[in-house]
Nanobody
């Protein structure tokens, strides 16, 4: 069953912005940490950003270089991506964790099916 649903991906030029959204049908979604991950063809799935249950704590991968911002309200988690680069091209996945905080090392409990982000030169 689909636990999370991502949206907002697309094809853009370098330097453009996109805002990804993640929603869940689970009532406990607002109690869990949530993360964004991405996977480019032939590469590992990497952590991008994470946010705690109440939005009070955030984590970012170094590769975001200050260009990305994660945020949330009760039902939706967002990833604002600015100054996009071709290297950002990947399928972006939303995932919820078992506890109230996102983690770089612990695996999430539930995954979405991904949304494609393509950045052209």
């Amino acid at each position: 069953q689909v636990q999370l649903v991502e949206s907002g991906g697309g094809l853009v030029q370098a330097g453009a912005s996109l805002r990804l959204s993640c929603v869940s049908s689970r009532r406990t979604f607002s109690n869990n940490g949530v993360g964004w991950f991405r996977q480019a063809p032939g590469k590992e799935r990497d952590f991008v950003a994470g946010i705690s249950w109440n939005g009070g704590s955030v984590l970012y991968a170094n590769s975001t270089e200050g260009r990305f911002t994660i945020s949330r309200d009760r039902n939706t988690v967002y990833l604002q991506m600015n100054s996009l680069k071709p290297e950002d091209t990947a399928v972006y996945y939303c995932a919820s964790f078992r506890g109230p905080y996102a983690s770089r090392t612990m695996g999430p409990q539930y995954w979405g099916q991904g949304t494609q982000v393509t950045v052209s030169t």
